[in-house]
């Protein structure tokens, strides 16, 4: 059984040679990138339903709360729209139940607000669900923000809407560029433009129940055994995703050996419904029907997170924002660990957002201003004391990143996560995979029919 990344989360340091490994991982990590598009798809798992404003105002007094951050000017400080008073609008997705809204108001805010006193910030709090489409429709009839903490799958798409500013040759993208992750700032990218850059990144690993699995699972097979040994208990299955859409799914896909298009992104034929993309997909169709895989994949109770506390759930997939919010109540017993191998690797997906601009803002400059200071190591590490992977190779590297435990199977799975579909239609890609996983799933297809017709439809989306 690997044991090598599984680290407890009860509030224990990293040995200095495992931090050493951490920091050795990072460094990797920034050299060879994390290909990336967020979940975000989920970081928003737990946002309020009810959108808040919140305000950054001139002469704001430094926070003194646990975890504050120093408001010294950031490493690549804005020019505070030389001098002049404006008001933006700054839309995000920062979970309300969890601590990182908490965060964003309480210290990064304010340490924008001693920097550049001069521009106010609202921070509104939007809820995930039905945000693409509330875009959509203020793309076409106005309500848009200046600034939006962006799901990096949608940036394309908004982009070739021309709703965007484009950044490349504003004043210290250069360096940003420079500072960034190169497969996460390549989600920015539309037709050789930059569109916005990145705010943070994620992706899934194993999180399991030392109490029901006390090592992780090394391989597939592996996991299934330990699902299997867990089936005479009543009300607990092995594994447990939040859903049947690809942000949940294609961890488990990839590993398995499944694919979704060819490398340029032109074609699904032949790829999805490949015989190895077919024999991916059916190790988790197997699982749901015998029993292994629990309700939640498909919209039942308990819902994975509720289901993994109360123990009905032996392993979920998740992101780091997990921790602070269920591992901080159930302590040492939640531990994360790469994801288990299969015929495809150990392949998770990576999600995180971008931070844009709209081109119907009226102060390009102090959104660009707070776009910078966000890039800070100031906001970056203060972002990731709760939760919020860094892009920024200082970010990586910092102790809020090292001296964490539960970051550092993220780190060492980022080094082979994958980006979802980038493309334009990805929202239309993204509904057609999510209703093949689904039917195959329920049994309503087999399947090779389910992947089979989804590719077929994904084919001339991928040309557009």
Request: include cysteine; aromatic fraction near 8%.
């Amino acid at each position: 059984m690997m044991r090598t990344h599984a680290l407890r989360t009860g509030g224990n340091r990293l040995t200095t040679m495992t931090r050493y490994l951490v920091w050795l991982t990072v460094m990797a990590l920034f050299v060879t990138a994390c290909g990336g598009t967020s979940a975000s798809t989920t970081t928003t798992a737990a946002a309020s339903n009810a959108a808040t404003t919140t305000t950054a105002a001139a002469g704001a007094t430094e926070t003194t709360a646990a975890g504050a951050v120093e408001t010294t000017a950031p490493s690549s400080e804005p020019d505070c729209a030389g001098g002049a008073e404006a008001e933006i609008t700054f839309w995000h997705t920062y979970n309300t139940d969890g601590p990182e809204n908490k965060q964003l108001n309480d210290v990064v805010l304010p340490a924008f607000a001693k920097i550049c006193p001069n521009i106010t910030v609202d921070a509104v709090v939007m809820p995930y669900d039905g945000l693409h489409d509330q875009l959509i429709a203020a793309v076409a009839g106005g309500g848009l923000p200046d600034v939006m903490r962006m799901d990096i799958i949608w940036t394309p798409e908004f982009a070739s809407l021309g709703a965007l500013v484009e950044v490349d040759s504003l004043p210290g993208f250069a360096e940003l560029a420079d500072r960034v992750l190169p497969g996460p700032l390549a989600t920015n990218q539309y037709q050789g433009k930059y569109y916005g850059v990145p705010l943070d990144t994620n992706t899934q690993v194993l999180v399991y129940n030392t109490d029901l699995v006390p090592e992780p699972p090394a391989t597939l097979d592996d996991l299934r055994q330990v699902a299997e040994g867990l089936s005479d208990r009543p009300d607990t299955w092995g594994l447990a995703l939040g859903g049947a859409g690809p942000w949940n799914v294609f961890p488990w896909f990839w590993t398995a050996g499944g694919t979704v298009t060819n490398d340029d992104l032109t074609k699904a034929s032949g790829y999805l419904d490949s015989d190895a993309s077919i024999q991916a997909l059916q190790w988790l169709v197997d699982m749901q029907n015998d029993g292994l895989l629990g309700p939640s994949t498909l919209g039942g109770d308990p819902d994975s997170w509720g289901g993994f506390k109360n123990g009905n759930y032996a392993m979920l997939s998740d992101g780091p924002w997990f921790f602070p919010i269920i591992g901080a109540d159930m302590g040492p017993n939640v531990v994360g660990a790469p994801l288990p191998k299969g015929p495809g690797g150990s392949i998770s997906v990576v999600g995180g957002e971008n931070i844009v601009m709209f081109q119907t803002t009226s102060n390009v400059d102090a959104s660009w201003a707070f776009t910078q200071f966000m890039l800070s190591d100031e906001a970056q590490v203060a972002m990731a004391e709760v939760g919020q992977i860094p892009v920024t190779q200082t970010g990586l590297a910092s102790d809020a990143v090292t001296s964490v435990d539960y970051y550092a199977p993220y780190i060492v799975q980022l080094q082979t996560a994958r980006p979802r579909t980038v493309a334009p239609s990805w929202p239309q890609i993204e509904q057609i995979l999510t209703d093949a996983f689904t039917a195959a799933l329920r049994g309503t297809k087999t399947v090779k029919e389910a992947l089979t017709q989804a590719a077929a439809q994904i084919d001339p989306l991928l040309s557009k």
